[in-house]
């Protein structure tokens, strides 16, 4: 009896809780938040965060010259830098590569938008209620989960094909990359180099760049999501602004 009771009292406080949140959401300055609208905001903020990432990330620079996702070698490659001098103009060829890894994904960003917007368009009314309320990451965690392999296929061949391109002189960036590790493996493979303890770098470069690439746009993604949520200044349609509006009354109350 003791635990029926117990029971109906947990489902009388969780309903309570629901009904306050669903007040909350439901209200605002400018007339009921209907869930079609919860839905609609939730996706015009993926969508603008979206495109506000790649559009920085395809600028110039936009990879190369942020410490946030600037793209460095493979892990795979520490070895290379910490014996640079083993190499004749090795440091020269390190930049080199760096340089070109970046710009390879600066290239490849700016294809990155429609994909991620073809995937947006498929949240549920459900998923919006979950994002909204959820953590200030939450939007973009759904899209990670949700689209990350999808955008993985779709984004590689865009990768490899900004890898093949000739950028500089004629030159690509797995040209650079090969050169590099090429010239590295020379020195690894020799019988001084395997008394040294140095070993052979085998990356495939397309599959750590695609991997690193869409880190730092969903991370640039993270941030535009984060702006929407507390900034009124970037709630720059008047449903993002009731959407998320509901959340800064939320917050009030409490």
Known sequence: ????????????????????????????????????????????????????????????????????????????????????????????????????????AEDAAKEVAPIFVSSITQMTISDAFNILTGADNAATAYLRITTYDQLYQLYRPKIQASTEKKIVGNISTKDSWNTLTSKWNSVANTLAGKLAGLKPVNTELDDFLTTKALSGMFLKVEGEELKIRKEVSARVTPLLQKVFGSLDRKTTMN
Do not use: F, H, W
């Not at 489902?11 to 919860?38: D, F, I, K, R, Y």
């Not at 990879?63 to 830098?81: R, S, T």
């Open 1 to 104: 009896m003791k635990i029926k009771l117990l029971a109906l009292l947990l489902m009388a406080v969780l309903s309570a809780g629901c009904a306050e949140l669903m007040t909350v959401l439901q209200t605002s300055g400018s007339g009921p938040l209907t869930e079609a609208e919860v839905a609609g905001g939730l996706r015009e903020a993926l969508i603008t965060g979206a495109k506000n990432s790649a559009q920085r990330l395809a600028a110039e620079n936009g990879y190369y010259g942020d410490a946030l996702v600037k793209i460095l070698l493979p892990d795979e490659a520490k070895v290379i830098v910490d014996n640079i001098s083993r190499i004749p103009g090795g440091d020269k060829l390190v930049e080199d590569v760096v340089l070109r890894i970046n710009r390879a």
